[in-house]
């Protein structure tokens, strides 16, 4: 894989710890996309082992917040080098022995990873070293060489998340717990602290214009948001039940 900077390191463990890892540092102040993180995640875990057992470790424990659908098309858009470690990194949540078990949200996404072509270690630290990279050739479990990859440790690490209760005072992962990790909740979490329409929310979740304003017009009926005509436009903005429903103080 290509090198990964400190900069794209440091922007991962700053998403991670708004959503509940308790890596040290500042979170994201802005909201975090979770699907989108999970393949960025995938894209720079050869560099970064904390990291990435980490990212396991949550996915293992709150793979309920995962829109597996979406998780599924970015995967299918992403390199042939992501969906490997990303097949390794859901594999890692569900089969470890600390891990989920069962997670039906990462079933499709699975099934479109493939094994690289040319095994190689996890991380670039052992593939760097000849002797630590046969060792890993030699020692790695079943579950990374199935994604062509060395690796002898499956172990997760729950201490290093916080509890359900903390996360759902993030407000993009409270519109997950409301509506389901869904286009709904994406609409949300885009319309957290401005005014916006359906034209520009289905750029930023990556939907088309049509499954998001359906997912607009279904909001508006439940009451969660606002649409407000002006001039040629429709803004949209949360209604007072989502600002206390997700815990915004203000607009």
């Known amino acids: ?86 097949g390794a990194l859901l594999s890692l949540a569900v ?3 600390d891990g989920a078990r069962r997670a039906p949200q990462f079933e499709t996404t699975l099934s479109h990873c493939r094994p690289l072509r040319k095994s190689r270690a996890f ?11 046969d060792w890993m050739r030699t020692h790695t479990l079943p579950l990374f060489s199935r994604w062509g990859l060395w690796h002898d440790d499956m172990t997760l690490k729950r201490n290093s998340l ?26 949300l979490a885009q319309t957290l602290h401005r005014v916006t329409n359906a034209r520009l929310l289905s750029r930023e979740i990556n939907a088309t214009y049509a499954a998001t304003h359906a997912a607009v017009q279904r909001l508006i009926g439940r009451g969660l948001l606002q649409r407000e005509r002006k001039g040629v436009r429709q803004e949209l903005r949360l209604s007072p039940l989502s600002l206390l429903a997700l815990g915004i103080t203000s607009p």
């Open 1 to 86: 894989m290509e090198s990964t900077s400190e900069a794209t390191l440091t922007s991962l463990y700053a998403d991670w710890r708004r959503i509940g890892v308790a890596f040290t540092g500042k979170a994201s102040p802005g909201p975090v996309d979770v699907e989108n993180l999970i393949l960025r995640t995938a894209a720079a875990a050869s560099a970064d082992e904390r990291l990435t057992v980490c990212a396991a470790s949550w996915l293992a424990v709150f793979h309920d917040f995962v829109d597996g659908r979406r998780l599924s098309e970015l995967a299918r858009a992403s390199t042939a080098t992501v969906r490997a470690y990303l």
């Open 95 to 97: 089969e470890s022995p």
């Open 123 to 133: 991380y670039v630290s052992a593939e760097q070293l000849p002797a630590y990279r």
């Open 162 to 187: 916080q509890p359900l209760d903390t996360l759902l005072q993030v407000p993009e992962l409270r519109a997950r717990a409301l509506c389901g990790p869904s286009i709904e909740a994406a609409c």
